[in-house]
T-cell receptor, first 112, second 113 residues
Framework: AQSVTQPDIHITVSEGASLELRCNYS??????LFWYVQSPGQGLQLLLK??????LVQGIKGFEAEFKRSQSSFNLRKPSVHWSDAAEYFC??????????FGKGTTLSVSS | KAGVTQTPRYLIKTRGQQVTLSCSPI?????VSWYQQTPGQGLQFLFE???????NKGNFPGRFSGRQFSNSRSEMNVSTLELGDSALYLC????????????FGPGTRLTVL
């Protein structure tokens, strides 16, 4: 069955430190892959999207993600975290004609 | 360009009642998807509408239904509410497909007492 898994429920990172959020997918063929962020009381905002081409995708707010077919992963990274990055992050996958499947999310806390 | 709007933003209902939630997509977007978000389950897909037709459906009971109008606005209805239906209901619109970039509304917070 198709699935998207975020192994980490909660991560705490010091401000200024680097960040990596993990996402694994299970699809027969390479899916469309997305990262969304949800700040408290706000709707989801798209950070970046991958379908094909360059496996390193640049997004908004300084985020990037790398698609690794061999590891079925699409991890989100940021070199230096800011306090305003504290939020919940969702990885999602889908294929043409189907619905998106979301991971259960990773809550990011930023310590000073 | 106006974003996705959802009404109402908050609702309190009692068990057994029914509720209708509304979603207005971004102008020009024809695909509307609905999701249920709860702390334990994350975002779960309810259904997707395109050109007034349900194109995909998630694994929810028949108490959950939806429809889309000719102007792409969408409604979802939940009948015979249960306590477990308490959740944030999110609507997302995209140009033509759920794999296009989806733009989410702020959600409707439903509380069932």
């Amino acid at each position: 069955a198709q699935s998207v898994t975020q192994p980490d429920i909660h991560i705490t990172v010091s401000e200024g430190a680097s960040l990596e959020l993990r996402c694994n997918y299970s699809y027969g063929a390479t899916p469309y892959l997305f990262w969304y962020v949800q700040s408290p009381g706000q709707g989801l905002q798209l950070l970046l999207k991958y379908f094909s081409g360059d496996t390193l995708v640049q997004g908004i707010k300084g985020f990037e993600a790398e698609f690794k077919r061999s590891q079925s992963s699409f991890n989100l990274r940021k070199p230096s975290v800011h306090w305003s990055d504290a939020a919940e992050y969702f990885c999602a996958g889908g294929q043409a004609g189907t619905a998106l499947i979301f991971g259960k999310g990773t809550t990011l806390s930023v310590s000073s | 360009k106006a974003g996705v709007t959802q009404t109402p933003r908050y609702l309190i209902k009692t068990r057994g009642q029914q509720v209708t939630l509304s979603c207005s997509p971004i102008s020009g977007h024809r695909s509307v998807s609905w999701y249920q978000q709860t702390p334990g389950q994350g975002l779960q897909f309810l259904f997707e509408y395109f050109s007034e037709t349900q194109r995909n459906k998630g694994n929810f009971p028949g108490r959950f239904s939806g429809r889309q109008f000719s102007n792409s606005r969408s409604e979802m209805n939940v009948s015979t509410l249960e306590l477990g239906d308490s959740a944030l209901y999110l609507c997302a619109s995209s140009l033509a497909s759920a794999t296009d970039t989806q733009y989410f509304g702020p959600g409707t917070r439903l509380t069932v007492l």
